[in-house]
């Protein structure tokens, strides 16, 4: 089904350091025996970075990564189907889909919105087994935990350390010896996994070999303790009362590598966390098969990447909710815009873009097209999620989120159908990511992008090395704009971005959010268009031939058993009309964007 989706991968950071000799082989604990409650697991304080720079700013982030979005829409449509044919007693449901204006309203008839997905291997065991295809098999196992469980290693948040296995581990179509054990909750092959994006399917899928014991956004430097055991028998890493990041609650889990290529992961009872993806991933692969893990099993996981995804809050089944607005509409939209009367974007995030096709080249995105599973013969380009309307002010003007009000949210989002991933030629004349910030998805905090919605700021330079960001999320730069298709190269002016912050009057990182005021002393270094499309090559189709017309439609998701609010439905038309006339202003008139449904 997902045979034509394209390799989108992740540059992980990789911190390599010796790993343990590991020692004796251990034998299993007797049942209900915890090997982490004999432990010392003080909190230790993490290193700051050794540039002075600010921590990543994970807390507050209005979207994640979009590069990986699609595919856990995919899954979670697909864990979503395979919860269905276990519930027979749901039988065919069909959300109703009915137009109030040039708003699409969509009733929930329990095929959209997809109830939380608890944890529930608490006190379990898993044994992944190799199958004749390749891949794995799993069944429930053992839930006892090896009691030998070797030296603590040090990992701070977002961390990966080296620790080799002492045999040639078979995993799909590999036999590693080089792992990583990355703080996340989960075991890498050949490279590590420090990066601070989302802990997703899209980071399980197309990472590098994977086993994710818990992947989950962990703190070892918060509270408990990461042990590691390699011997020649078996690789054991446990995970010993370890936070969440910025929270109190803590998971303590152990994943054992054999020489035959099984893979047991083990699970206390006392686990308090909610999200995780748990699964196996031979790296670099957009096949996936969902299982229940909690099911007795065996349960056959083919040659593809195998597991599930543990949500406690709601999820909207983004495929199931584009196929019910086609079946009333016709196929002339390039983007869905998505809107709730429940709370569905879970984590940090405010709102999120999910790009399902493009053919554009020269803008950093690959090649791809997955148009047909959200229901669209191929027009369908992107879908925003913005989540419950509830949350975003009556007037769309009104100011929240930092520097934001609703519709620059809204800009970001739509924006990044085609932004921002631009690398350029530097003055050494390597290829940099100086221009990115957060996830690498957005301008940097230190980029002049002249108070672009898709982050940066407009900068002003004070003269002898000092500099002023002066505004904030407003518009669409020149940059932004080629990229949107909307100017050729010659109309974009020379852009600049400051090397090396420092004396800042408000600490700040790359990934920062934009913010005016905000002083700094650095090396200013002025960019070209040329030297970007140096890297990514020109921009196919060029301005002349990109249409000047983005064709949206505006979508309101009620949940089940609820009633339409007019007042709601009413607010959702007030953001499009008021929309209508941002994005015209934002792209100095050379896109608008039409918001009527088609007739």
Same mark, same amino acid.
């Given at each position: 089904m997902r045979a034509a989706l394209w390799a989108l991968l992740l540059a992980f950071t990789l911190t390599a350091c010796g790993g343990d000799d590991g020692g004796s082989s251990p034998s299993p604990s007797p049942p209900g025996q915890d090997p982490c409650a004999g432990q010392r697991l003080e909190a230790f304080e993490a290193q700051a970075p050794a540039d002075g720079s600010a921590p990543a700013a994970k807390r507050g982030a209005l979207d994640p990564s979009p590069r990986l979005r699609v595919l856990e829409s995919l899954w979670i449509h697909e864990q979503a189907a395979e919860r269905r044919r276990s519930i027979s007693a749901l039988g065919p449901v069909a959300a109703t889909s009915t137009d109030v204006g040039d708003?699409?309203?969509?009733?929930?008839?329990?095929?959209?919105?997809?109830?939380?997905n608890n944890f529930d291997l608490k006190g379990l065991g898993l044994r992944f087994t190799r199958n004749s295809q390749g891949g794995y098999d799993v069944r429930q196992a053992d839930a006892a935990f090896r009691t030998a469980i070797g030296n603590r290693i040090t990992l701070t948040d977002d961390d990966s350390l080296r620790a080799d296995v002492s045999f040639s581990f078979p995993f799909y179509s590999g036999n590693e010896r080089t792992a990583f054990v990355n703080s996340d909750g989960n075991v890498t092959f050949r490279e590590g996994d420090s990066a601070s994006t989302d802990r997703s399917v899209g980071r399980l899928l197309t990472g590098p070999p994977r086993v994710a014991l818990f992947l989950a956004d962990l703190d070892p430097s918060a509270g408990g303790g990461v042990f590691v055991n390699s011997a020649s028998d078996q690789y054991t890493v446990t995970w010993c009362n370890v936070r969440g990041f910025d929270s109190t609650s803590t998971t303590s889990a152990q994943a054992t590598l054999l020489p035959d290529g099984s893979i047991e992961l083990k699970y206390a009872s006392g686990i308090n966390l909610i999200d995780a993806v748990v699964g196996v991933s031979p790296g670099r692969t957009s096949s996936f098969r969902v299982v229940d893990l909690s099911a007795q099993g065996p349960t056959g996981g083919g040659s593809a990447a195998v597991g599930e995804r543990f949500a406690g809050n709601p999820d909207l089944d983004a495929v199931a909710t584009a196929n019910a607005?086609?079946?009333?509409?016709?196929? =002339?939209?390039d983007q869905l815009v998505i809107w709730t009367d429940t709370t569905v974007v879970s984590g940090d995030a405010f709102a999120f873009e999910s790009t399902i096709a493009n053919e554009i080249q020269g803008i950093g995105v690959d090649l791809f097209d997955l148009s047909r599973e959200f229901g669209s013969a191929g027009r369908l380009r992107s879908f925003t999620m913005m989540d419950r309307l509830g949350k975003y002010p009556d007037d769309p003007t009104t100011r929240f989120l930092g520097e934001n009000n609703t519709l620059s949210v809204l800009g970001q989002e739509v924006g990044h159908r085609w932004l921002a991933y631009f690398n350029f030629i530097d003055h050494t004349g390597q290829q940099s990511e100086e221009l990115l910030g957060r996830d690498l998805a957005h301008w940097s905090f230190f980029m002049d992008s002249d108070a672009s919605v898709m982050e940066g700021n407009d900068i002003e330079d004070l003269g002898g090395g000092s500099f002023r960001t002066a505004g904030a999320v407003r518009r669409y730069s020149r940059l932004d704009q080629y990229a949107m298709g909307l100017l050729p190269p010659a109309e974009v002016p020379p852009f600049f971005y400051v090397q090396s912050p420092v004396n800042m009057s408000s600490q700040k990182a790359?990934? =920062?959010?934009p913010q005016t005021g905000v002083t700094f002393n650095g090396t200013r270094r002025d960019v070209l268009i040329g030297d970007v499309i140096s890297v990514h090559g020109g921009r196919v189709p060029a301005a002349a031939q990109s249409p000047r017309v983005h064709r949206q439609a505006f979508l309101y998701v009620v949940g089940a058993g609820r009633s339409v609010? =007019?007042?709601?439905?009413?607010?959702?038309?007030?953001i499009r009309q008021q929309w209508e006339a941002f994005f015209l202003q934002a792209t100095d008139g050379r896109m608008r964007a039409d918001t009527r449904l088609a007739q």
């Amino acid at each position: 089904m997902r045979a034509a989706l394209w390799a989108l991968l992740l540059a992980f950071t990789l911190t390599a350091c010796g790993g343990d000799d590991g020692g004796s082989s251990p034998s299993p604990s007797p049942p209900g025996q915890d090997p982490c409650a004999g432990q010392r697991l003080e909190a230790f304080e993490a290193q700051a970075p050794a540039d002075g720079s600010a921590p990543a700013a994970k807390r507050g982030a209005l979207d994640p990564s979009p590069r990986l979005r699609v595919l856990e829409s995919l899954w979670i449509h697909e864990q979503a189907a395979e919860r269905r044919r276990s519930i027979s007693a749901l039988g065919p449901v069909a959300a109703t889909s009915t137009d109030v204006g040039d708003i699409a309203v969509l009733r929930d008839e329990g095929d959209l919105i997809v109830p939380a997905n608890n944890f529930d291997l608490k006190g379990l065991g898993l044994r992944f087994t190799r199958n004749s295809q390749g891949g794995y098999d799993v069944r429930q196992a053992d839930a006892a935990f090896r009691t030998a469980i070797g030296n603590r290693i040090t990992l701070t948040d977002d961390d990966s350390l080296r620790a080799d296995v002492s045999f040639s581990f078979p995993f799909y179509s590999g036999n590693e010896r080089t792992a990583f054990v990355n703080s996340d909750g989960n075991v890498t092959f050949r490279e590590g996994d420090s990066a601070s994006t989302d802990r997703s399917v899209g980071r399980l899928l197309t990472g590098p070999p994977r086993v994710a014991l818990f992947l989950a956004d962990l703190d070892p430097s918060a509270g408990g303790g990461v042990f590691v055991n390699s011997a020649s028998d078996q690789y054991t890493v446990t995970w010993c009362n370890v936070r969440g990041f910025d929270s109190t609650s803590t998971t303590s889990a152990q994943a054992t590598l054999l020489p035959d290529g099984s893979i047991e992961l083990k699970y206390a009872s006392g686990i308090n966390l909610i999200d995780a993806v748990v699964g196996v991933s031979p790296g670099r692969t957009s096949s996936f098969r969902v299982v229940d893990l909690s099911a007795q099993g065996p349960t056959g996981g083919g040659s593809a990447a195998v597991g599930e995804r543990f949500a406690g809050n709601p999820d909207l089944d983004a495929v199931a909710t584009a196929n019910a607005f086609y079946r009333t509409h016709p196929d =002339s939209y390039d983007q869905l815009v998505i809107w709730t009367d429940t709370t569905v974007v879970s984590g940090d995030a405010f709102a999120f873009e999910s790009t399902i096709a493009n053919e554009i080249q020269g803008i950093g995105v690959d090649l791809f097209d997955l148009s047909r599973e959200f229901g669209s013969a191929g027009r369908l380009r992107s879908f925003t999620m913005m989540d419950r309307l509830g949350k975003y002010p009556d007037d769309p003007t009104t100011r929240f989120l930092g520097e934001n009000n609703t519709l620059s949210v809204l800009g970001q989002e739509v924006g990044h159908r085609w932004l921002a991933y631009f690398n350029f030629i530097d003055h050494t004349g390597q290829q940099s990511e100086e221009l990115l910030g957060r996830d690498l998805a957005h301008w940097s905090f230190f980029m002049d992008s002249d108070a672009s919605v898709m982050e940066g700021n407009d900068i002003e330079d004070l003269g002898g090395g000092s500099f002023r960001t002066a505004g904030a999320v407003r518009r669409y730069s020149r940059l932004d704009q080629y990229a949107m298709g909307l100017l050729p190269p010659a109309e974009v002016p020379p852009f600049f971005y400051v090397q090396s912050p420092v004396n800042m009057s408000s600490q700040k990182a790359k990934d =920062s959010a934009p913010q005016t005021g905000v002083t700094f002393n650095g090396t200013r270094r002025d960019v070209l268009i040329g030297d970007v499309i140096s890297v990514h090559g020109g921009r196919v189709p060029a301005a002349a031939q990109s249409p000047r017309v983005h064709r949206q439609a505006f979508l309101y998701v009620v949940g089940a058993g609820r009633s339409v609010d =007019s007042g709601q439905v009413a607010k959702v038309d007030r953001i499009r009309q008021q929309w209508e006339a941002f994005f015209l202003q934002a792209t100095d008139g050379r896109m608008r964007a039409d918001t009527r449904l088609a007739q």
